[in-house]
C-alpha cells in the first residue's frame, strides 16, 4: 500500500471520530438551551471542565479505560462506539475514493432520523445540508420540474389537512427533505423512495400500535434514502 494512502486511510479515520464526538454532543443537546457549548466540555457525572486530552476521540476512552478522568465514573459506551464506527466508515469511504459525497451525507441522514424520532422535529440546518449536498452531487436540472410537482402536491396535501383536521398531518421540514431527495432521485425512484418510507411508517404504527400519537416521518425518508445512496455506491462499486 502506497504512504499517501496510508496517510489519507488515518486522516479520515480522525476525521470521522472527531465528527461522531461533534455529532453525539449534538445530539445529546439538541433542544437544550444551553446554546453556546458546542462541543463536549463537562463530565457527564460530575460536571467538572475536561481537559483537552479527555477529549481525544476514541484514545481517552481507551487510556482512561473507559472511566472518567475526575470522579473515575463509567463513561458512557456511546462515545467509543459512534466514533470506532465512523472512523471505520469514513476510512471506507476513501477506500471508495467517494470521502466527499458519501461521507458527508449518511452521518448528516442517521443524526436527523435520531433527532426526528426523539423530537418529532427536522432541523432546519440538517435540511439545509442535505439540500445543499443534492445541488453539489447531482445534476438536478433534469428532476427540477418533476421535484416542484411533488413538492407543491405535497404542500396542498399539508394545507388541505391543515385547514379540514386543524393538525399538521406532515411536517414542513418533512416536505422540505421529501423535495431535496425528489431533486435527487427524480423520476420514478423518488416515488418508490416515497412508498417504501410511508409503507414503513404504517408498518410502524401497527406494530407499536400507538395510533393516536404524532409518529415521525422523516426518519424513515432518511433511512430509505440512505439505503438508496449506498445501494448505488455499493453497486456502482461493485460492477
Ligand atoms: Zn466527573
Not at 125 to 132: D, Q
Not at 155 to 168: D, H, Q
Request: net charge neutral; aromatic share 16%; charged share 15%.
Amino acid at each position: 500500500m502506497p504512504e499517501s494512502m496510508i496517510v489519507s486511510y488515518f486522516f479520515a479515520a480522525v476525521f470521522g471520530a472527531v465528527l461522531a464526538s461533534f455529532l453525539v454532543h449534538e445530539y445529546d443537546n439538541y433542544g437544550s438551551d444551553n446554546k453556546t457549548a458546542k462541543l463536549r466540555s463537562v463530565c457527564d457525572h460530575c460536571g467538572q471542565q475536561l481537559n483537552a486530552h479527555n477529549l481525544v476521540p476514541i484514545l481517552s476512552y481507551i487510556f482512561q479505560l473507559g472511566k472518567s478522568s475526575c470522579c473515575k465514573k463509567r463513561l458512557s459506551f456511546k462515545y467509543l462506539f459512534t466514533e470506532l464506527v465512523l472512523a471505520a466508515f469514513f476510512v471506507l469511504c476513501v477506500y471508495m475514493g467517494n470521502l466527499f459525497s458519501l461521507g458527508l451525507i449518511i452521518p448528516a441522514l442517521i443524526l436527523l432520523a435520531l433527532i426526528d424520532e426523539k423530537y418529532q422535529e427536522i432541523p432546519i440546518g440538517l435540511n439545509i445540508f442535505i439540500f445543499i449536498w443534492v445541488i453539489a452531487n447531482t445534476s438536478f436540472i433534469e428532476n427540477l420540474l418533476f421535484a416542484g410537482a411533488v413538492a407543491l402536491f405535497l404542500l396542498t396535501l399539508y394545507w388541505g389537512y391543515l385547514k379540514y383536521r386543524k393538525v399538521e398531518g406532515l411536517g414542513l421540514g418533512d416536505i422540505i427533505l421529501l423535495g431535496s431527495i425528489t431533486l435527487y432521485l427524480g423520476f420514478p425512484n423518488a416515488l418508490y423512495l416515497i412508498t417504501i418510507s410511508a409503507s414503513l411508517l404504517v408498518l410502524k404504527i401497527i406494530a407499536s400500535r400507538r395510533y393516536q400519537e404524532r409518529h415521525a416521518f422523516g426518519s424513515w425518508i432518511v433511512l430509505t434514502f440512505g439505503a438508496f445512496i449506498l445501494f448505488q455506491e455499493f453497486y456502482g462499486f461493485a460492477g
